[in-house]
């Protein structure tokens, strides 16, 4: 465990003491080919047969169900495809949710630029997947429906049993990410393929787990070998299997009153952090939820300094602003669910967090966003600056354009916010931007501040957009 | 380490005590996600460019050209599948040799069955893959050539650096799987691409490397992810990459004079194997091979009951034989060569093997084999046997039919030796039989023998084939 608190546990987490010893005992035992017929060999077999066994127990499959992969992404990687080679007569449709982790939308993709069909379903501002918008996408020619378990941005829980009803009805299987939630609890019944990744549970990286249930009909891609049932080629990585399925187990055991006291911290920041800092959106479901995960966005914010300020102040948490990523577009998740995508900051709660630690993260939030704030927009009103100008096609006065053509968030909605004051109710401020995060997050700065979005129209032949808001308070 | 002397070096190694210590420590530093701007991303991206550093030099290539992978069976299926799309447009022809690991061969099947040319390239008796014949396979179709550095089976090196100037001159890229040789150092310059896996030197298993020089067109299979430059999609495995560079700089260290003593020993072996068990024949290049590998087949055995029987003995050691494997046919590679494959035995000594384990060995394979031998073949001259019949279309006496159908290696070679003695010099043995082995155990008895082999022909209308045999002795 770190030193000092590390609030990005659904990005991945230590060792587990339980993982640590099993490791250390899987290597002493588990080095060797479990193919081969010597003493060694054998040795390495009951290992991973006994693992196996363990974390099968923990999905709530049969052994036989369960392949050990090298990682969570090939875990989704290969049963999105396998599931899809093998459903291939059915037909060539994946229906996946806007929320889905990126390795599945790699994996949808890919699947589109193999000559396949994609539909994407898309979530309510809590990020949740209703069935019915399920329903309303399979056709004849579905072969596959993806959908996780719970959100990893958001912490949004999706009612994956009653998605599993609705494929089950049309007869098509449903594979479920489960990658945020397995350490909680089994997934819902219903499912047909299941994945996970190990070090999202404190087991080691390069296992992933990929459940594919008793006729269904399945091909992997190849090349593959004799290893895994012909569904993860390559040597049996047996250590760190034996340390993933005993830490799941471990894991488990805690995981109902674990869940129970992290909600409790969960639910402390996310009513105090609106309270402690001014223009801030809590998103995600606020019932239907992992208990140890919260995201806020906070209004003319950078995510990346924000990340920054808090890691200074020895707080290591996540983002999902466009900010902090290198393709310069804002996390497809907020994106999906319209919410707020500017200083996006996501706390996820390793077990064990200290109540204290949450206490001193409160304390220290709010004077590391108005750092950040102040770096960027100057409390004090401003006074006209060059970039906000009368707008001669509206008539001076009642509407303005602000040009922010070339500047990154939040720099667009924070000139936004400036302008607005400088025109009537009923004027109209045109926001010139060629940045993505503005088409989110001009949008939810006018839902946050009870403004009228205006719609968006093409500026210029670059790719510049012009957003329209007219003030109404 | 094992308690009990382990040959099967050639398979897995335990954890070099390096890589333990290197393991413990980046589990504790390197667990985070390295793409994360927070201190404990940082840390772990520290960690995972000095690993990378680290094994780019003793592969010898630039830390940029070096991708780690799950496993060397992934980095080989990365490497192939990269390597031909990256080609795509000079033609898909995949040269390989005929005694690749079944990773490449397996790579290639799927290439074959995705509408891809392959070449097998033969090889000697000694298993070696002769530049020339490589140079007469390729074309200007060909997208890319697969050559082992040495044989996992055999031991035997192949000359890299020749078939490396053979392919530049032809402007084809060169795969090298260096799975068994980059521990023993790095391999001969001119590859244009490089695999080999971590668990063979005494690193953790779940660590492959791709090499990919610069220059070299790639275009890794989808769908793919932001990490490993798009090479390995998934959670990196740092503390098992850290682990893994930090026992391959430690085994290069030593590599030399381990070498030279392994070799000693394995000189011993390849010289007493033939004068303490009689019907013995001594597989693979005597000079241009690994140093710690012998492999030598043992007439009228059964390889499965040898390795028990080796086994029960206190000694782990592996087999190409087809009686030790579930597909009933023997070993490619000694197919390949055309040399024996029953009661095939493989020794792979570990660093640090001892004299007097050797020697133990040496004392213990006698009575193994001897033991193997008596449970199929009495050592008395038989009696006639119902399977060996006068031929009434040679007429009796100077021809004999041995009927071997359903009977599995060694029987067919078995009851031919004894049936050999029952027809005068100048007479023919006919024996049928339906196992796969018999093709490369009844020729390569009569090259041992001195008896002339005189070809097969089908028998019946099942699986069933005839192989003649005259007598000349």
Partial sequence: MADVPYFDAASSLP?????????????????????????????????????????????????????????????????????????????????????????VLHAAGAHRDAGGEVTEVGVDRAGRVAPEAVAAALGDDTALVCVQSANHEVGTRQPVGAIASVCRAAGVPLLVDAAQSLAWGPVEDGWSLLAASAHKWGGPP?????????????????????????RAAGFENIPAVVAAAASLRAVRETADAEAARLRTLVDRIRE??????????????????????????????????????????????????????????????????????????????????????????????????????????????????????????????????????????????????????RVPVGGVITVLSDDAAARLDIPAWCAMRGQEYGGESPHGDGPGTAYRVRRVS
């Fill in 15 to 103: 060792l587990h003491p339980v993982a640590r010893q099993a490791l250390a005992a899987a290597l002493e035992d588990g080095w060797a080919d479990p193919a081969r017929p010597h003493r060694e060999g054998r040795r390495a077999r009951m290992l991973l047969d006994a693992a196996r066994e363990t974390a099968a127990e923990a999905v709530g499959c049969r052994p036989d169900e369960l392949t050990f992969t090298s990682s969570g992404t090939r875990a989704l990687h290969t049963g999105v495809a396998g599931a899809l080679a093998g459903r291939a007569r059915a037909g060539r449709r994946l229906v996946v949710s806007a929320v889905e982790h990126s390795a």
């Fill in 206 to 230: 390069g296992v992933g787990l990929l459940a594919v249930r008793k006729g269904v009909r399945f091909a992997p891609a190849r090349p593959v070998d004799e290893r895994e049932s012909g």
């Fill in 272 to 421: 105090r952090v609106p309270e402690l800092v001014p223009d801030v959106e809590v998103v995600g479901d606020p019932v239907r939820r992992l208990p140890h995960l919260v995201t806020f966005s906070c209004l003319y914010a950078d995510g990346e300094a924000l990340l920054y300020a808090l890691d200074r102040e020895g707080f290591a948490v996540s983002s999902g602003s466009s900010c902090t990523s290198s393709t310069l577009t804002p996390s497809h998740v907020l994106r999906a669910m319209g919410v707020l995508s500017e200083g996006n900051v996501r706390l996820s709660l390793p077990p064990g967090t200290a109540e204290e630690d949450v206490e001193r993260f409160l304390a220290a939030l709010p004077g590391a966003v108005a750092s950040v704030r102040a770096a960027l927009a100057p409390p004090a009103p401003a006074p006209a600056r060059p970039s906000v100008v009368p707008d001669e096609r509206e008539g001076a006065g009642d509407a303005l354009t602000v040009d922010s053509l070339g500047k990154r968030c939040p720099i667009p909605v924070i000139e936004l916010a400036k302008a607005i004051g």
